[in-house]
């Protein structure tokens, strides 16, 4: 009894030491995850995405938003947007658009369930092998988009925060293969695009 004691407590001890870390959520966005609520006839350019959130470098600040700039201008096409999209450094015509995203907030933070040690060890590991939740994902991902014209007049703007929890098991998808915020990311920038977009069909 001692020995089995013993081990469960040295599996949920290494367990516990590979479970906590924090870092920025940057993606990949992927495919949308719906179409848009209002297409708008103008024709759009997506300006190169500004990472305000705190705790970054310089470095990665410009990292992470070249990855976005590239990733959003087939996001916004795909979703229906806009009914066409330009590429700097092609000249905006007199209704065309640009889209400027500032994201604020990109924490994501994994760490132990609060109950998971305590009911690992009561359970000899029985908490573990019937999927009781190990580690807690959580998110803090916030962001600003402003629609402006070619002369930089501002047409149309949102602000979305999106805090976000779940608990993560052994058997989970997002245990073996985590998507960092993702989807996330992928649903705030939507949001975004979501408000915004119906802000300017009432211009």
């Not at 573990?128 to 807690?136: E, Q, R």
């Not at 925060?161 to 992928?186: H, S």
């Not at 979501?194 to 802000?199: E, H, N, Q």
Request: hydrophobic share 40%; proline share 6%.
């Amino acid at each position: 009894m001692f020995r089995t004691l013993l081990r469960a407590t040295a599996l949920v001890a290494t367990l516990a030491m590979t479970g906590c870390v924090s870092y920025n959520v940057t993606g990949p966005l992927g495919a949308p995850l719906h179409s848009a609520p209002v297409s708008s006839p103008r024709t759009a350019q997506i300006a190169d995405v500004q990472v305000s959130a705190p705790g970054i470098d310089e470095a990665n600040r410009t990292a992470i938003g070249r990855s976005l700039t590239a990733q959003l201008t087939p996001y916004v096409k795909s979703a229906g947007y806009f009914q066409q999209l330009s590429e700097f450094p092609t000249r905006l015509g007199e209704n065309d658009v640009v889209l400027k995203f500032n994201m604020t907030s990109l924490k994501g933070h994994r760490g132990p369930h609060p109950g998971y040690v305590p009911g690992a060890l009561l359970t000899l590991t029985l908490w573990i092998w019937v999927n009781g939740p190990i580690y807690v994902d959580s998110f803090d991902l916030a962001g600003d988009l402003s629609i402006v014209d070619r002369d930089g007049k501002e047409l149309a703007s949102a602000r979305e925060q999106l805090k976000f929890e779940r608990n993560v098991g052994l058997y989970g998808r997002e245990y073996w293969a985590p998507t960092q915020g993702a989807k996330q990311l992928n649903e705030l920038v939507g949001k975004l695009l979501d408000t915004a977009t119906a802000r300017l069909a009432q211009h």
